[in-house]
Each structure stands twice: as C-alpha cells, then as structure tokens.
C-alpha cells in the first residue's frame, strides 16, 4: 500500500509561484513512476507532469518550462514547483504513484490540494 498526502495549495496571484508537496508512505520503493495531475471545474484531469524511479521527467505543454517536478533525496517526497502562473492553472492538484507491489502494478492518489490563481 501507498499513502499519499498533498499540501500547499493555496491563493496565489497571476505570475507568482506556488510549491505542491506531496508526502508518499508504505511500500514508497516499489514506486516507478509518480505524477501530478490537475482537475479544473468542467474539465476532464489532466497529466500535468511525471518523474520516473530514474528521474526523468515529462510535462504537458501547457506547463512546460513554468512547473518543474522533483523528488526528496528520501524519495518519500513528490515536489512540484509552478512559477509564472497563470489563470488557467487554477485547478485541484493531484499526487499519482504507480507502484509494483505483490502481484501486479497499483495506482495511488492523494486527495489533492487546491490551487486558485487570481488577482
């Protein structure tokens, strides 16, 4: 089993930053893959970026070159640092895990965190 617990979403205006955490627990090694996605009112989810058991990472082009996803050295932490952000970045931010655990493979999602951008 995977744990995931999101924080720091918050009120942030237009063309500030914002850092999401994401706090994994459980079988946490036998994670390969973890990822944000991001739901807004109306609208399907959306991949918003992946980091790989080997660090490599992947964004949408939406975001690409603003949002940068990274893990603790622990790897027990997911990170997603957004800059520049922009109205249409206002949406609920979830944590994704892909984990190889027993038999098969798992997928885990955190709660989300809300992110509201607005002047």
């Known amino acids: 089993q995977v744990q995931l617990v999101e924080s720091g979403g918050g009120l942030v205006q237009p063309g500030g930053s914002l850092r999401l955490s994401c706090a994994a627990s459980g079988s946490i090694f036998s994670i390969y893959a973890m990822n944000w996605y991001r739901q807004a009112p109306g609208k399907e989810r959306e991949l918003v970026a992946t980091i790989t058991s080997g660090d490599s990472t992947n964004y949408a082009d939406s975001v690409k070159g603003r949002f940068t996803v990274s893990r603790s050295n622990a790897r027990n932490t997911l990170f997603l640092e957004m800059n520049s952000l922009k109205p249409e970045d206002m949406a609920v931010y979830y944590c994704?895990?892909?984990?190889?655990?027993?038999?098969?493979?798992?997928?885990?999602w955190g709660q989300g965190t809300q992110v509201t951008v607005s002047s």
């Open positions: 994704n895990a892909h984990a190889a655990i027993g038999r098969g493979v798992d997928e885990y």
